[in-house]
Every structure is written in structure tokens, then in C-alpha cells.
Nanobody
């Protein structure tokens, strides 16, 4: 059974850090492009970051550049999103995704094969 399961969300104060994890099962991540998306209340889902299967093409939304880092661990079949210097505007449900096409497009706008169910991140004092 193909599955992506996010974890690591929670409540953090502004300026704090979180690391989101997304464990894959039923397929191997190393052949897939991976991405992180978020959807804040009342807003459309947006691409936060994505990286190609060969790690040779990466996208970050302007709002997170220099603060967020996407990565993968092929041994553990898991992807990560390290989030530093978090701001209240980062509050959203965060989703991971995987795409067997292997490459990524600008703003991660493409058809993603698999999605996780999401994890809530709340940045508030």
C-alpha cells in the first residue's frame, strides 16, 4: 500500500524551528521528485519547496528562502523539511508529495502522484 505520512508539526513560537518528516511506504523515494506544500486557513495550497529525484533541481518559495531546507534520506525512505526562524505567516497545514516523473517545475506546479494527509504547524506566541 502506497502511503506518505507526515509528522513533526506542532505549536512553536516565532523565531523557533521545526523539522517535518514524511515517511514513504509502498514505493521508494529515491526515484521520485519530492515536495512540500502548505495551505493556510482561507487560502489556496501553495508549493513551499520541491526537489528532483536526482537532487539537481530545487525550488523554494520566496517567502521561505534562506529559512527552510528540503532533504531526503533514501536509506530510511523519508523526506524532511527543516524550518527555521518561523514566522506567524508560516502557520498552515503542511503536506508532502511525491512525483514519479522525477523532475520539478517552477513553484512545484505539476501533477503529484502521492500525497500525505498533512500536519498542522502553528507559529504563535
Amino acid at each position: 500500500q502506497v502511503q506518505l505520512v507526515e509528522s513533526g508539526g506542532g505549536l512553536v513560537q516565532p523565531g523557533g524551528s521545526l523539522r517535518l518528516s514524511c515517511a514513504a511506504s509502498g514505493f521508494t523515494l529515491d526515484a521520485y521528485a519530492i515536495g512540500w506544500f502548505r495551505q493556510a486557513a482561507g487560502k489556496e495550497r501553495e508549493g513551499v519547496s520541491c526537489i528532483s529525484s536526482r537532487n539537481d533541481r530545487t525550488f523554494y518559495a520566496d517567502s521561505v528562502k534562506g529559512r527552510f531546507t528540503i532533504s531526503r534520506d533514501n536509506v530510511n525512505n523519508t523526506m524532511y523539511l527543516q524550518m527555521n526562524n518561523l514566522k506567524p505567516e508560516d502557520t498552515a497545514v503542511y503536506y508532502c508529495a511525491a512525483d514519479g516523473w522525477g523532475t520539478v517545475q517552477d513553484r512545484c506546479v505539476q501533477i503529484w502522484d502521492y500525497w500525505g494527509r498533512g500536519t498542522q504547524v502553528t507559529v504563535s506566541s
